[in-house]
C-alpha cells in the first residue's frame, strides 16, 4: 500500500415508451436478468481503515451500504496513517461495525507506528503478537473479527536482511498465534498485487508448516481492474495445482489514487470482483481514516457513496453482465425475484452508450439516475434522476439508451413492475452470515438460505446472521420467518434488533433440512434502516436449543 498526503438542479425527464427503442450508438453493456451466479452479499462493500473511534462516520452514513468486511489496526494500533494519529482500534470500533453488520479483519502489522514498518526483533514482534491475542481474547463482547491479518504487502514492506525469509517468518507468527487462539482465521500474504511467482512459493511453504491462510490476500491498486478476472482465475488454477482446497479470497485493497473517488472507475472495480467471486474486498487507504475512505465528509454523502448505496440496495442474486472489453464500460446487477426487479449500476465510459437487459417480460417502469465525481470533501445530497420511462418487454428484452455520459460519473438503472413497492422480504444469503454457511436450495425463496448456525459460547465462534432492512415507518411489524429445523424437535434461536434486549424464536420441526416452514413474531422499528439478529450465539445471549437454518424475513 502507497500513501499520499491529504489533498486538499435535479434534471428529471419523464417519457412513455410502448417498445424497447433500437440500441444506442456507442458500446453496449448486456445485464441477464436470467443468469443468477452466486446470491447478494456486497461484497465489495468494504474499506481498509473505514472506521474511526467515536463512531466516526455516524451509523447512519453506514447503514445503507451493507458493508461486508473491514480491515481495521489491531488492539493498541501504533499505526500513523498519513501523519494522522493513531487510530480505528478493531476493539475500539467493534461496537460500532457490529451495529452496521460489518466483520472485521485485523491487520497485525499496524502495531507498529511507520510506514513502511520499522522491524525492531523476533523477540519484539512476537511480544506485539501475545499482546495482541491476548487483548482479543480478553474483549469477549466482540463477536464480528472474522481474521488476523499477519503482515501487509511483504513484498516490500518485510525486512528479509533482519527478520529472514517471509515465508518462514508467516509460518512462525502464525504458530505463535495458534498456542493462544486456533479458533480465529488467519489471512495473508497481502502482497501488493498479484504475484504468481512470489504466490507460489508462500503457498508451497505455507502447506508444508501447516500454516495455510483461511483467507487468501492481495491487493488490485495500480489502474489494474481489467486485470482481475485473470488474477483470480490465476490464483484457483494454482491453489488446484498444488492441492490445495479452495480459500476464500479477499482483495484487501483496490482502485489507485486516482481511482478510489471516481464513481465510474469503482463501478469497473465492482463489476470485475463480484464476477470473480471474491468473498470479500476492501477500498483502499490513501488519505484519512474514518470516512469509508472518502464516502463520507462531514457525516454527508459524497458522490461515490452513492454509488455504494446502489449497491447496498441490491438484493436477491448477482446475475450475468457483460461488457463490450475489459476496459472502459463495465456494470454489476442483481434480481430480486421477490419483487421481479432487476437493478445494475454501471459506469466507466463516456458519450451515448446503452444497457440491454434480457431475461424480463410484460409492462416495466425503467428508473435511471447517476452520480458525480465530487471528490472526498463535497457533499452529494442526492443522485440525478435522468429519466424514468415505461418500458413493454419485446422479445424478452429491452435496450435504454444512456445519452451523454461522463466517463467519471457512476449511472444506476432500476427496472420493474409498474406496481413496484418497497422491500419487504430480506433473504438470508442477503444478509451479514457470522460462522455459517450460506447454501442453495430449489424450495428456498429466490433459491437461497444460510445453514450450519453451529456455533455459540465463544465470541470468535458465535452463529449469526445480521439482517440490515429498511423499513419506512415507525412501528409494529409482523415479522415471518422462513426456516427449516431437520432436528424432530422444536429449536430456538436468540432475536434482537438495534441492540436492543434479546427474546427467543422457536422453530418447531419442519419436514427436514432445507424443506421449509415460517413462524411469525412482532418487532418494533424505526423508521429507516434497523439490524435485526438471529443467532445460534451471541454476546449477551445464552445460546440456542438445536438447530434451525434460515431461509428468509418477511416484514409486514
Known amino acids: 500500500m502507497s500513501r499520499t498526503p491529504v489533498l486538499a438542479a435535479v434534471l428529471v425527464v419523464f417519457a412513455a415508451v410502448t417498445a424497447a427503442p433500437a440500441a444506442a450508438a456507442g458500446h453496449t453493456l448486456v445485464v441477464d436478468a436470467a443468469s443468477p451466479f452466486r446470491p447478494v452479499t456486497h461484497a465489495a462493500a468494504g474499506g481498509l481503515y473505514a472506521l474511526a473511534e467515536n463512531n466516526r462516520p455516524a451509523d447512519s452514513t453506514l447503514l445503507p451500504l451493507k458493508l461486508n468486511t473491514l480491515t481495521q489496526p489491531p488492539p493498541g494500533v501504533g499505526q500513523k496513517p498519513n501523519g494522522q494519529p493513531p487510530g480505528g482500534d478493531a476493539l475500539l470500533v467493534a461496537p460500532q461495525a457490529d451495529r452496521v453488520g460489518a466483520a472485521q479483519v485485523i491487520r497485525m502489522p499496524d502495531i507498529y507506528p511507520d510506514f513502511p514498518y520499522k522491524w525492531v526483533s523476533w523477540d519484539d514482534w512476537l511480544s506485539k503478537v501475545d499482546t495482541m491475542v491476548a487483548k482479543r481474547l480478553s474483549a469477549t463482547s466482540v463477536s464480528n473479527v472474522a481474521a488476523w491479518e499477519i503482515w501487509n504487502e511483504p513484498d516490500w514492506t518485510w525486512n528479509t536482511a533482519a527478520a529472514g525469509d517471509f515465508t518462514a517468518g508467516w509460518a512462525r507468527t502464525v504458530q505463535r498465534i495458534r498456542t493462544r487462539d486456533t479458533v480465529t482465521p488467519v489471512a495473508g500474504p497481502g502482497y501488493a498485487g498479484w504475484d504468481a511467482t512470489r504466490m507460489r512459493a508462500f503457498l508451497t511453504a505455507a502447506k508444508s508448516t501447516n500454516t495455510l491462510p483461511d483467507l487468501v490476500v492481495w491487493h488490485e491498486l495500480n489502474h489494474s481492474s481489467g486485470a482481475i478476472a485473470a488474477d483470480v482465475a490465476a490464483y484457483r488454477s494454482l491453489e488446484a495445482s498444488l492441492g490445495i482446497s479452495p480459500r476464500q479470497i479477499f482483495i484487501n485493497e483496490y482502485a489507485w489514487t486516482d481511482e478510489v473517488d471516481v464513481p465510474g472507475r469503482v463501478a469497473n472495480y465492482v463489476s470485475k470482483l463480484e464476477r470473480a467471486g471474491v468473498a470479500g474486498a476492501d477500498r483502499a487507504f490513501w488519505y484519512e481514516y474514518g470516512t469509508v475512505n472518502g464516502l463520507v465528509v462531514n457525516n454527508q454523502p459524497t458522490g461515490t457513496w452513492w454509488l455504494y448505496k446502489w449497491y447496498g440496495d441490491l438484493a436477491g442474486s448477482m446475475v450475468r453482465t457483460t461488457p463490450p472489453a475489459q476496459t472502459g464500460l463495465d456494470g454489476f446487477a442483481s434480481y430480486d425475484s421477490t419483487r421481479k426487479r432487476v437493478d445494475v449500476v454501471f459506469g466507466d465510459e463516456a458519450g451515448t452508450n446503452s444497457v440491454r437487459v ?199
Open 358 to 556: 434480457t431475461g424480463i417480460s410484460g409492462t416495466v417502469r425503467v428508473t435511471l439516475e447517476s452520480t458525480p465525481s465530487s471528490g472526498r470533501f463535497t457533499a452529494v445530497p442526492a443522485p440525478t434522476v435522468l429519466s424514468t420511462s415505461t418500458y413493454t418487454v419485446s422479445n424478452g428484452q429491452i435496450t435504454v439508451p444512456v445519452p451523454n455520459m461522463s466517463a467519471t460519473s457512476a449511472y444506476h438503472l432500476v427496472v420493474e413492475p409498474t406496481s413496484g413497492t418497497y422491500q419487504q422480504r430480506f433473504e438470508a444469503e442477503n444478509a451479514s452470515v457470522f460462522r455459517a454457511q450460506r447454501l442453495s436450495s430449489g424450495s428456498a425463496s429466490n433459491g437461497g438460505y444460510v445453514g450450519r448456525i453451529d456455533n455459540s459460547g465463544d465470541p470468535r465462534s458465535d452463529s449469526y446472521v445480521d439482517f440490515v432492512v429498511n423499513v419506512p415507518s415507525a412501528r409494529a411489524y409482523t415479522m415471518t420467518i422462513g426456516y427449516a429445523n431437520g432436528t424432530g424437535a422444536t429449536s430456538t434461536q436468540g432475536l434482537a434488533y438495534n441492540g436492543g434486549a434479546w427474546s427467543t424464536v422457536s422453530y418447531p420441526p419442519t419436514a427436514g433440512w432445507g424443506r421449509f416452514g415460517t413462524v411469525s413474531t412482532t418487532v418494533s422499528l424505526h423508521a429507516g434502516y434497523n439490524t435485526i439478529r438471529l443467532a445460534k450465539g451471541a454476546p449477551f445471549f445464552a445460546g440456542g436449543t438445536g438447530y434451525a437454518e434460515l431461509d428468509y424475513l418477511q416484514l409486514n
